[in-house]
């Protein structure tokens, strides 16, 4: 069966919470190795208002048990529960709530997530930029699951993503404004003991955001005002004796409408629609080494048609090792991510050989003293025309918003950052990143800036980054978060050929609030 008629058939086949208290692992049967012991184990963490002191050595910190949620405020009620699994990231015990108010049925779930942010620079780092920006991005999402069985249920979520600010320059795109659109509706079934051999499986069929591995390639980021969108099939196989999980899909990505700046700008309503030339499929194998290690090896692969505009034939298989990250101990994280097809560098240009490579080294400490200090050193390098699909690239280069520095292409970063939880309710960290060029002569560039020097002159060294991040959970139903990120220009960022001519340092900040019920 050909790409293009795969894409059809599956087509047609479419139809803030507080990290603190989390609930017991559900697994099927005794637990019958380390593996599945150490699991266990994690889960026994303190209650909500146990102090950060008393949080045993051994055993994640709450905070960082999944820390993409607790990173910034969000829609993330549908991230809560892994239902395969019966883990949730944390516990909902917020007296005011839609379930509560409608007195919903056990079977029925129902979540409202508000956002509003405010954010900022004044001074201009894009190639024609002769300003800053600033930018106020609503986000209203609606989460509503069902569940006749126990093991069957029915997911909708209804987003609804705005962004106002300053006209002119206007950094603005697909991912700030997505208005009245359903973000995901699908069905999802689990199977027991599957056919008898002891696994469990879970097969989900629509349209869906996808989080897979370290995130870097396909991931859901709550920083953002919309997300990426799939229409298809995913299914994963777990074992819970051998300690092993095969996530598999085979979908088309969603195309996110309106796409022109001025129907982005006036906020425009248009139907988001599965793009018509376009598939993206692949698998990925997570398996236990030891009771702390794990290992990922995986194979992407995503076609884009002829009328889409970086037209992207993309083949990507890589591998990590990684480590969970208990307190009083070390961890590490190595990611491999390889890269061959073709791509058009933009709409109108032809299309380019891609033979790429993305490394991600990191070692990191979680101190056993009070405020749970986590301290990571952390190095990336990215070869020229890597592409990274469909990434979450927040908390590790900077807040996805109308600033968005970096993407992982064409770049060296090493970097160090620490994490402290001073209160079970308030959570920090600092972060300082350096940033070179891997090929300073290529015609990508400084991407994101839009800045290119084939000539060389301008040197490889885009400058260094520093980077603050506070999170307060005030109480159930809301939160706050405020971030700053500087950038202190570089050779490559105040010469490069078009650079703004205001050579000052690039002060970012951002406040904002969410409510959930």
């Given at each position: 069966m050909s790409m293009r008629w795969l894409s059809v058939l599956l087509v047609l086949l479419s139809p803030v919470g507080v990290l603190a208290?989390?609930?017991?692992?559900?697994?099927?049967g005794p637990l019958k190795n380390t593996s599945q012991a150490k699991e266990a184990q994690r889960d026994l963490i303190p209650a909500s208002g146990a102090p950060p002191s008393l949080d045993p050595k051994g055993q994640i910190v709450p905070e960082y048990l999944d820390w993409r949620p607790r990173m910034s405020l969000g829609a993330v009620a549908s991230l809560r529960k892994d239902e395969l699994t019966g883990k949730a990231a944390w516990a909902e015990r917020q007296e005011w709530s839609l379930q509560n108010w409608f007195?919903?049925?056990?079977?029925?779930?129902?979540?409202?997530?508000?956002?509003?942010?405010?954010?900022?620079?004044?001074?201009?780092?894009?190639?024609?930029?002769?300003?800053?920006?600033?930018?106020?991005?609503?986000?209203?999402v609606v989460w509503f699951q069902a569940r006749p069985q126990e093991d069957l249920r029915f997911e909708a979520e209804f987003w609804d993503a705005r962004q106002y600010g300053s006209s002119h320059p206007n950094k603005i795109d697909t991912t700030m404004v997505?208005?009245?659109?359903?973000?995901?509706?699908f069905g999802a079934m689990i199977h027991r003991n599957l056919l008898g051999s002891?696994?469990?499986?879970?097969?989900?069929?629509?349209?869906?955001?996808?989080?897979?591995?370290s995130r870097r390639l396909i991931g859901v980021v709550p920083f953002k005002n919309t997300q990426f969108q799939y229409v298809g099939i995913q299914n994963r196989l777990l074992s819970h004796e051998a300690g092993w999980e095969l996530s598999t899909f085979a979908n088309v990505p969603v195309n996110i409408l309106p796409n022109t700046t001025a129907a982005l700008q006036g906020n425009q309503w248009?139907?988001?629609?599965?793009?018509?030339?376009?598939?993206?499929?692949?698998?990925?194998?997570?398996?236990?080494?030891s009771a702390q290690d794990r290992s990922e090896l995986y194979f992407y692969y995503l076609h884009e048609g002829e009328a889409i505009n970086l037209s992207r034939n993309l083949y990507t298989p890589g591998f990590r090792f990684y480590r969970?990250?208990?307190?009083?101990?070390?961890?590490?994280?190595?990611?491999?991510?390889?890269q061959t097809g073709s791509k058009r560098q933009n709409a109108s240009s032809a299309d380019l050989g891609v033979g790429s490579i993305m490394q991600h080294l990191q070692v990191g400490y979680n101190f056993n003293t009070a405020w749970d200090p986590r301290f990571l050193l952390q190095w990336d390098?990215?070869?020229?025309?890597?592409?990274?699909?469909?990434?979450?690239?927040?908390?590790?280069?900077?807040?996805?918003?109308?600033?968005?520095?970096f993407a992982r292409t064409n770049l060296i970063s090493p970097g160090y950052r620490l994490f402290l939880v001073p209160h079970r309710d308030f959570t920090f960290y600092v972060a300082n990143r350096f940033w070179w060029l891997a090929d300073?002569?290529?015609?990508?560039?400084?991407?994101?800036?839009?800045?290119?020097?084939?000539?060389?002159?301008?040197?490889?060294?885009?400058?260094?980054?520093w980077e603050l991040n506070g999170r307060w959970d005030a109480h159930d139903n809301i939160a706050f978060q405020v971030g700053w990120q500087v950038l202190m220009k570089g050779n490559f960022a105040r010469y490069a050929p078009g650079a703004p001519t205001n050579q000052d340092n690039v002060n970012y900040w951002f406040v904002q609030t969410e409510v959930r019920f």
């Open positions: 208290e989390s609930e017991p692992a559900q697994t099927q007195d919903t049925p056990d079977w029925m779930s129902l979540t409202l997530e508000e956002r509003v942010r405010y954010e900022a620079y004044a001074t201009p780092w894009i190639k024609g930029d002769t300003q800053g920006q600033n930018a106020l991005p609503i986000q209203s997505n208005v009245l659109n359903l973000e995901q509706v002891g696994l469990d499986s879970e097969t989900k069929l629509g349209q869906m955001h996808m989080d897979f591995g248009v139907w988001n629609r599965p793009l018509t030339d376009a598939v993206f499929t692949g698998a990925l194998f997570n398996k236990h080494l969970e990250p208990y307190k009083g101990e070390w961890d590490y994280e190595i990611e491999t991510i390889g390098y990215a070869s020229s025309h890597f592409d990274s699909l469909f990434p979450s690239t927040v908390s590790e280069y900077g807040p996805d918003g109308v600033l968005t520095l300073p002569r290529s015609t990508t560039g400084w991407a994101n800036a839009q800045l290119v020097d084939t000539s060389g002159s301008a040197g490889s060294y885009v400058g260094q980054t």
